[in-house]
């Protein structure tokens, strides 16, 4: 025991007043302690508690003097005490208190470093009262906020202005309030300074900074053209003049020797733990680019002790795209609603161009009469029927494809030998004599003495394939466009009929315009269905390529 006090002593070089053992009980004494309170303006203040109720509010007086602004102090919080706060407060228990706010100035020796301290924790710390140079320092009394350090259950002793602690713990890192006892004109005064407490573990850092993230070799994923944060942390060693630093640099590729300072914003520091703090700093790349994600960047974090630092790398961000269009939901909606618009618009049109170029089967030869239901206005004149009976003789009969196509060639030589003879007469010929279909023929076809327009049905109904002939005449023709309306009407209900036009020498759907509108159906179905064009004063090439075509398009068997 004896040693050890002594080793006490010699380490503790401070304590050597000889006065740590336990304090001897003291306290201010009188009735009620004494409630009048002599403060100095801009220190820390507490409204005194009551012993059997930790929860006391004090209020000034309504009535006071000068119609005072209403105050109330609650006794566990601490305040910066104003001259404005002067007068006489009142508890719920009706308990009165004084308190009286001397300026600064009227003090004859006010310094404001007395007013706050810093110990180091876990060794023996010294408090002085402040204003000792210029008081009668005989009785102080200590208070650690509302509790007299002699009634702590520790090792410490007032002696005139001094508290010494024996051991500084990190709770007495608080306000100490010492008092000092005045009695003016028979009136007991309080005259109570304070002390802010600081308790330090240290005063220089021990320990170089450790950075926490990003981790080593860990590479950081962005989106080009958008702002990122290279982001910093580093735990840092407690430290009373300031010396830690984190910084970020940026180096080309692998050159780790030219390094380029970063400019960061000013840190985020947060105390860790009692002996640590918690440094994060932040670099903003405003637009990722692609020069970014060739840098090198290094965050080092740095104190009096030491250094370390952390490289990363930036990498490009898989994007997924359809989020960010589904992240737009009006937009999205939008577009869905405008297809919408637009398909029921057009949902005539997209029925024919689906049913007429993709084939939904066709009818079997067995089922039908016709292979081939052509459709024209044509009344052939005297010359033109004899020509007509001319090629009828140098043409034949061609089943197989090759001789097919040289017959077509054939034609086209034919025809540009005679460009007078109309594409409704050859097409007859060639489809019906040359190529052996079934053809059906309106004027030819159709058995005297019936209902037109049942019978016109009724015969696009026996055909595989109708084939309309379009010129000024027939599109002014009522009976000819009620055959293309029935086609038409036919090919919606029914994908197996196959609808073609031919357009005959610059005929076309915006060209023509005949007298009696045509029917809205019609006039939108010409201008989607499959169609072929006719000009009998093209080359031979062309010629032989509508052949081709049309041999394409008519059924194979
Ligand atoms: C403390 O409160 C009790 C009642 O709660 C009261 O009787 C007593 O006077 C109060 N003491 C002081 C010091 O205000
Ligand atoms: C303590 O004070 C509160 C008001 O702050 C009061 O309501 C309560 O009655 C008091 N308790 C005692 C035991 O006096
Ligand atoms: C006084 O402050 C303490 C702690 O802040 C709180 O718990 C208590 O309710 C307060 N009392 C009053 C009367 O406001
Ligand atoms: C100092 O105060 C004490 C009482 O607290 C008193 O007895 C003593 O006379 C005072 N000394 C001076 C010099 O005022
Ligand atoms: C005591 O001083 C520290 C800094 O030294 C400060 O952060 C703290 O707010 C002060 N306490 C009061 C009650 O003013
Ligand atoms: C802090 O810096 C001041 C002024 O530079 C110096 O006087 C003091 O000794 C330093 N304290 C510590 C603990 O290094
Ligand atoms: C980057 O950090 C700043 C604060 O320094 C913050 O305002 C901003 O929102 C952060 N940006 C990103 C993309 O995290
Ligand atoms: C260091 O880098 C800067 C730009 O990052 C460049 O201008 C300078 O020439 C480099 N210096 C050396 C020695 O590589
Ligand atoms: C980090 O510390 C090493 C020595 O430990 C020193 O050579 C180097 O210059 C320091 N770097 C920085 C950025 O302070
Ligand atoms: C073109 O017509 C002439 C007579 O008008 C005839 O001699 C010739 O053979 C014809 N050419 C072809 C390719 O039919």
Known sequence: MQTECVLLYFIFPVITNGCCMKSPQKEMTGPLQNQNFRVVE????????????????????????????????????????????????????????????????????????????ILLAFAGGM???????????????????????????????????????????????????????IIEQGVMWSFRRAVNVTVI???KARTPPKITYPLADVIEEVVLGRPHNLTCKADFDFEVN?????????????????????????????RDTFRSFKVIQIA??????????????????????????????????????WPSLLGYPIACFLL????????????????????????????????TDFDV??????????????????????????????????????????????????????????????WRYRLCLLERDLLPGGAYTDDVVMMIKRSRTLICVLSADYLTDSNAVFVLDAGIKALLQDSALKLLLVWTNGASASHIHPDLPLPKLVQRALKVLPSLDWCSDTSSADTSRFWTSLRRILPKD
């Not at 010396?243 to 960061?264: A, C, I, P, Y």
């Not at 990722?288 to 990363?312: D, E, I, K, Q, R």
């Not at 090629?391 to 030589?413: K, N, R």
């Open 42 to 117: 801009g220190e820390i203040f507490m409204m005194p508690c009551n012993k059997s109720n930790k929860s006391v509010m004090w209020s000034r007086n309504k009535d006071d003097k000068k119609e005072k602004k209403h105050l109330s102090f609650n006794c566990t919080e601490m305040f910066i005490t104003e001259v404005e706060h002067s007068g006489i407060y009142k508890s719920q228990t009706g308990s009165i208190l004084t308190l009286q706010v001397m300026e600064k100035t009227s003090l004859g020796c006010y310094r404001p470093s007395e007013s706050s301290r």
């Open 127 to 181: 408090i002085k009262c402040p204003g000792h140079t210029c008081s009668n320092n005989t009785d102080v009394v200590w208070y650690k906020r509302n509790k007299a350090v002699s009634k702590e259950r520790r090792e410490s002793c007032e002696e005139m202005e001094h508290l010494q602690l024996c051991t500084v713990d990190v709770k007495d890192d608080t306000v100490f309030f010492c008092d000092r006892k």
């Open 201 to 203: 573990p240290h005063l």
């Open 242 to 270: 300031i010396s830690r630093k984190v910084q970020w640099f940026m180096s080309q590729g692998d050159n780790m020797e030219n390094m380029t300072l970063l400019h960061t914003e000013r840190p985020q520091e947060s």
């Open 284 to 321: 903003n790349i405003k637009e990722v680019t692609t020069h970014h994600l060739n840098h090198m960047y290094t965050c080092v974090a740095s104190n009096t002790v030491g250094n370390s630092s952390v490289t990363t790398r930036l990498k490009q961000k898989k994007q997924v795209k």
């Open 336 to 367: 869905v609603a405008g297809l919408g618009i637009t398909l029921r618009v057009k949902w005539l049109e997209v029925q024919l161009i689906c049913r007429s170029h993709f084939l939904f089967g066709t009818y079997r030869k067995e089922d």
């Open 373 to 434: 239901f052509l459709s024209h206005v044509w009344k052939p004149s005297s010359s033109e029927v004899e020509r007509d009976l001319f090629f009828s003789t140098i043409s034949g009969p061609y089943h197989d494809a090759e001789e097919c196509l040289s017959s077509v060639e054939m034609l086209g030589a034919a025809e540009a030998n005679a460009t007078q003879r109309p594409i409704e007469v050859m097409l007859t010929e060639v489809i019906e004599d040359q």
